[in-house]
T-cell receptor, first 117, second 114 residues
C-alpha cells in the first residue's frame, strides 16, 4: 500500500518557467513533509520541508505548499534552471516523538524533472 | 567533510553468498537507517537504529540483518541473498529521528544478485 504517491513519473519544463511537482498521501497521521532531490549516482539530498501546522514554506526558488484537507503537497520551482534536472522525491514523516515509525521517512515513487535550456 | 560513506558502491553476487554492505558516518549522528530503492516504489526503509545496540525493523526487513556496535557504523548484512534483493541501497544518518533534523544519505550501493 503506497501511502505517499507521486503520480507523474516525469515532467519536462523550459528553463525560466515554473516547475510544479505534486504529491499525495493517504495517512492522515503524517504531520511533517519533505522534498528530496537526487542526481544520478548520488544519494538523495534534502531540499525543503513543511510541518502540518503551516500551509506554505519558501526557500529561495523553492516553495512547498501543503493542503491537509486534500492530503496533497506540491513543490514549485521558480524559475527553473537546467541544474534542477534530477529526480524529486516527496516524503512524509511524524513530527511527534514515540512509536515505531518515528524517524522513518515514507517516500513517494519519485518524479524525473528535466529542465531544457 | 561531513559525509556518509558506503562500500562497495557496486556489487554483483550469486544467490546464497553472504555479503555485507558497510555504512559509516563522521557526524556523530545517533539515528541511522537503511533504505532500498526500487522502480515504481521509491525508497523503503529496511532497518533503523536509534543508537548503539538499538536497532529495529523498518517496512521491508525480511532477508536482512543489521548491527550497531559503534555509533559511526551501521552495516547491512544479507546472510543468503536472493534475486529479489537486487536493488539500490542507501544508508542515511541524522542527529535525531525527529524529521526536522536533516537525514544525510550515502551515495548508494547497487546490488545485483544472480
Amino acid at each position: 500500500d503506497q501511502q505517499v504517491k507521486q503520480n507523474s513519473p516525469s515532467l519536462s519544463v523550459q528553463e525560466g518557467r515554473i516547475s510544479i511537482l505534486n504529491c499525495d498521501y493517504t495517512n492522515s497521521m503524517f504531520d511533517y513533509f519533505l522534498w528530496y532531490k537526487k542526481y544520478p549516482a548520488e544519494g538523495p539530498t534534502f531540499l525543503i520541508s513543511i510541518s502540518s501546522i503551516k500551509d506554505k514554506n519558501e526557500d529561495g526558488r523553492f516553495t512547498v505548499f501543503l493542503n491537509k484537507s486534500a492530503k496533497h503537497l506540491s513543490l514549485h520551482i521558480v524559475p527553473s534552471q537546467p541544474g534542477d534536472s534530477a529526480v524529486y522525491f516527496c516524503a512524509a514523516s511524524f513530527e511527534r516523538a514515540g512509536g515505531t515509525s518515528y524517524g522513518k521517512l515514507t517516500f513517494g515513487q519519485g518524479t524525473i524533472l528535466t529542465v531544457h535550456p | 567533510e561531513a559525509q556518509v560513506t558506503q562500500n562497495p558502491r557496486y556489487l554483483i553476487t550469486v544467490t546464497g553468498k553472504k555479503l555485507t554492505v558497510t555504512c559509516s558516518q563522521n557526524m556523530n549522528h545517533e539515528y541511522m537507517s537503511w533504505y532500498r530503492q526500487d522502480p515504481g516504489l521509491g525508497l523503503r526503509q529496511i532497518y533503523y537504529s536509534m543508537n548503539v545496540e538499538v536497532t529495529d525493523k523498518g517496512d521491508v526487513p525480511e532477508g536482512y540483518k543489521v548491527s550497531r556496535k559503534e555509533k559511526r557504523n551501521f552495516p547491512l548484512i544479507l546472510e543468503s541473498p536472493s534475486p529479489n534483493q537486487t536493488s539500490l541501497y542507501f544508508c542515511a544518518s541524522s542527529l535525531s529521528p525527529a524529521p526536522y533534523y536533516e537525514q544525510y544519505f550515502g551515495p548508494g550501493t547497487r546490488l545485483t544478485v544472480t
